[in-house]
């Protein structure tokens, strides 16, 4: 249990320390950011689910969200925009949610060290 706990929080930390290349791809206007928050969140819910952490939920509810704003009635360049502001708007949350997850077990296993 104790090397599970181990890697969980390596791969935890590993996804966080791509979260500011994320945040950088929005602020340059990257038109793959959308892609870029959709492949991180499902890495991060493979990592979430692997592990039996209920929070998976949450961030499936995060890229629910996103691609919910692709249905919303619009044509064209307005459906990438939604969809664009949907993942921006949830970016803070969807990062705290996963440091959320993240400080219990690291500091669990800086007490075993």
């Given at each position: 249990?104790?090397?599970?706990?181990?890697?969980?929080?390596?791969?935890?930390?590993?996804?966080?320390?791509?979260?500011?290349?994320?945040?950088?791809?929005?602020?340059?206007?990257?038109?793959?950011?959308?892609?870029?928050?959709?492949?991180?969140?499902?890495?991060?819910?493979?990592?979430?689910?692997?592990?039996?952490?209920?929070?998976?939920?949450?961030?499936?509810?995060?890229?629910?969200?996103?691609?919910?704003?692709k249905i919303i009635e619009g044509r064209?360049?307005?459906?990438?925009?939604?969809?664009?502001?949907a993942a921006a708007d949830a970016l803070?949350?969807?990062?705290?949610?996963?440091?959320?997850?993240?400080?219990?077990?690291?500091?669990?296993?800086?007490?075993?060290?």
């Amino acid at each position: 249990m104790r090397k599970s706990q181990y890697i969980l929080v390596s791969q935890l930390k590993e996804q966080l320390q791509k979260f500011p290349g994320i945040v950088s791809s929005l602020e340059k206007k990257d038109h793959h950011f959308v892609e870029k928050i959709m492949l991180w969140l499902k890495a991060s819910e493979d990592i979430l689910s692997t592990y039996n952490i209920s929070e998976v939920s949450e961030i499936a509810g995060f890229r629910s969200k996103i691609l919910a704003a692709k249905i919303i009635e619009g044509r064209g360049a307005n459906i990438k925009k939604n969809q664009t502001k949907a993942a921006a708007d949830a970016l803070y949350d969807i990062q705290n949610t996963i440091l959320t997850v993240l400080t219990p077990f690291e500091r669990m296993t800086a007490a075993k060290l």
